[in-house]
């Protein structure tokens, strides 16, 4: 009776460890695939919102249509082009109307606005330099009256999106530390509850790689399993992402969530092995006394 209340006490606390390792496993793995995840969409959200940013010209009324149809093609067809749109004087006066709730083109007696062409750039060209050197090209046009755009904001966007970006990269590489230094500790927790075993095994004539093979593979199946558990937490995040946040196309590209995926699932077995490897080869190499 007595042997069987040990073994039931041996068993409950060996699935406590166990249970230890997987969680700290899933949980660190989990921080360091969210952290990912922030990396690949911080560069979306920054592009969705420089893709917004319009570049606005405004064309004299002398201007001949045929220069305007030229100039917006012109426009188009360049390769940092996402989209141009025209806007003519007739529906600039009704969409600023809606705006101030008024006619104003009643009060005044005539339209003084400008007809336009709005050209919305690919994220990758959205520079200060770029648009600045764009703006001046196509100001020495003499059926151009202006071509303006929100220059601090585009500047804030650029000095902003590398700040975050070296940040992000920054906090990434010290939770990696901290997933290796909490996962590595976990497991040379559950390995030393054994080490009496570890070291009888070795009295009686076992070798070292015939012992260190069951807890690798052990621990290599915790690991896989505190990664799936990561990765399902993750694809739950993603998918709520996604659906709070359509216009981000957040898995309009599977590869790059597919390979934070397969990174977190290989990180998991290469710490989980090569921890567990180090954790029994230094209960191995110690002697009986020690070990006690």
Known sequence: MRKNSQDNYQKRRLISTYFSVVISISLVLFLVGLLGLLLLNSKKVADHFK??????????DSAKPIEVKQLQKSLTLRSETKNTRFVSKEEAAE??????????MEFLGYNPLLSSIDVYFNASYVSPAFLSNLQKDLETKNYINEVIYDEPLVEILDENIKKITQWVLILSGVFI????LLINSSIRLSIYSKRMIIKTMQLVGATKSFIRGPFIWKHLQLGILGSLIALGALSGVLYELNQRFPELNIIANPIEPALIFSGILGMGILITGLSTFFATQRFLNLTTEAVQ
């Not at 109307?97 to 008024?102: A, M, R, V």
């Not at 530390?177 to 290796?180: D, P």
């Open 95 to 104: 969409t600023h109307s809606k705006e101030i709730g008024e006619d104003f």
């Open 177 to 180: 530390l901290v997933a290796i």
């Open 51 to 60: 893709e917004q940013i319009a570049l606005t010209i405004y064309i004299n």
